[in-house]
């Protein structure tokens, strides 16, 4: 789940208007600033993030649950297993698809739950992996797309 | 020097004088840390309260590889790894008591310090708000039923690493950043010098010491064993804390209370924390 791309453009505008247009002494510089607002505003409601990446992340999260449902009840946790299945069954029906991805976040956090509550119950351990395998692959596919931080260029100027 | 209060911030909400008090303690101890002069209440001078301290000379080096070289030649990281344990020994040294530091509070006995800090920083993600995070989830669950013991109580820096020192000479001028200061087990700091955060691909701890070169010159400058389920159990809670310091960014930047882009910047960096959440939960 990311910040949607409306919010991040309309921040950057945000910025560059009220911090980095006030320090800009050249016209021309000045001039460049004024486009890049002007086009931040038109592209700022037209934006969403790729549905190809996001439906991939989606589709694994709930095949990690569908796992996960079938371990439930593999381990006696009907109710549980029952529960999780209705959750991507609802997340399924939603229209938008970062709506799915908390509703399938918020299944995948109630199966963690029950895994910590019933640690000690043989089989438990399965739930947690279906579960675990996903979010650790989320986590490389997040990783790879992530551009190299420029946390030195940002902290000197 | 002069640093003032924020107004608004990762940590907030925000008071400089328990970290004023603390440096005016460590003046009478081995610590290298800013000395401070004075404190100031009153608004009516800068609108919010600030202290004044001596100007410390240095760069502060960062934790981050340019071009994948390493951010300290040997040379320097043996004697910046050295001063670096040399100065966290010092610090849990303090006689936190004798010093008049009794004002931070300390926790209970037992998994008091555990407990505490715990919860401190899941109050931070429960404010910051949001959308479920299934990977912070799995290790803030983790953290509860393994809240570690210690009866050592000590200063504990809550931000010890490289990016937080400055160097001048090819040695630890002072040690800086002392907002999380605070009462605990002295693992903690071990625990967030661990964070592969501050190493990324770099095998040394902070840029500067294997890890088992850290806990045998922290035992051999601290006389205090290392416990390392401690310091494990911290470096999975120093994940929880910096997701925690993020998360708390990108609410003041999802509302509007900030202008500041490196908030933003967070919502991309977390795919580097999701990495480390998994790595110190030994997934990856």
């Known amino acids: 789940m990311r910040l949607p791309p409306a919010v991040i453009l309309a921040g950057v505008a945000r910025t560059l208007e009220e911090d980095v247009l006030p320090a800009v002494e050249s016209r021309t510089a000045r001039g460049l600033v004024f486009a890049a607002l002007e086009m931040l505003a038109n592209v700022q409601d037209l934006v969403e993030w790729r549905a190809d990446v996001r439906e991939e992340e989606l589709a694994s999260a709930a095949a990690a649950l ?5 371990q439930l009840e593999a381990s006696g ?4 297993a029952a529960r999780v299945r209705d959750a991507v069954a609802a997340a399924a029906r939603l229209p938008d698809r970062e709506a799915r991805g ?3 976040d918020a299944a995948l956090e109630d199966v963690l739950v029950v895994a910590d509550r019933e640690r000690e119950r043989p089989g438990i351990d ?3 992996a279906a579960v675990r395998a996903h979010l650790v692959n989320q986590a490389v596919r997040d990783l790879m797309r992530a551009q190299r931080p420029l946390l030195n260029r940002i902290s000197q100027g | 020097m002069l640093r003032r209060q924020p107004a608004a911030g990762l940590l907030e909400p925000y008071d400089t004088e328990p970290e004023f008090r603390v440096l005016a303690a460590l003046a009478a101890t081995p610590v290298r840390a800013p000395r401070v002069l004075w404190y100031e209440r009153d608004p009516a001078v800068f609108e919010r ?4 301290m001596e100007l410390v000379r240095g760069t502060v080096p960062l934790p981050v590889m340019v071009d994948g070289k390493p951010v300290f030649d040997d040379d320097a990281r043996a004697r910046l790894g050295e001063d670096f344990v040399g100065n966290l020994a010092a610090l849990h040294a303090v006689d936190w008591h004798a010093a008049d530091l009794d ?3 300390a926790p209970a006995p037992g998994t008091g310090a555990a407990a505490r800090e715990l919860a401190r920083w899941e109050g931070y993600v429960a404010r910051a708000g949001g959308p479920p995070r299934p990977l912070l989830t799995e290790a803030v669950l983790w953290l509860r039923r393994g809240l570690p013991a210690t009866d050592e109580i000590t200063l504990v820096h809550g931000d010890y690493r490289t990016g937080n020192f400055l160097v001048d000479g090819g040695r630890i001028a002072a040690i800086v950043d002392w907002e999380m200061v605070h009462l605990g087990d ?3 700091d071990l625990g967030w010098a661990c964070m592969t955060l501050w190493r990324g691909e770099s095998p040394y701890m902070c840029h500067l010491l294997e890890r088992e070169q850290l806990y045998a010159r922290y035992e051999q400058r601290s006389g205090r064993r290392v ?3 401690r310091v494990h159990f911290y470096e999975v809670l120093a994940t929880v804390k910096m997701a925690a310091i993020m998360l708390t960014g990108l609410h003041a930047f999802r509302e509007g209370r900030t202008r500041d882009l490196r908030m933003a910047l967070f919502d991309h960096q977390w795919a580097y924390m999701s990495v480390a959440i998994a790595q110190a939960r030994g997934f990856l």
């Not at chain 2, 309260?49 to 004044?52: A, K, L, Q």
């Open chain 1, 102 to 104: 908390c509703a399938l």
């Open chain 1, 66 to 70: 569908g796992d996960a449902a079938a």
């Open chain 2, 49 to 52: 309260p600030f202290y004044v």
């Open chain 2, 103 to 105: 004002f931070l509070g």
């Open chain 1, 77 to 80: 946790l009907t109710a549980d």
């Open chain 1, 126 to 128: 399965a739930v947690h």
């Open chain 2, 227 to 229: 416990d390392r389920a």
């Open chain 2, 186 to 188: 002295p693992m903690e």
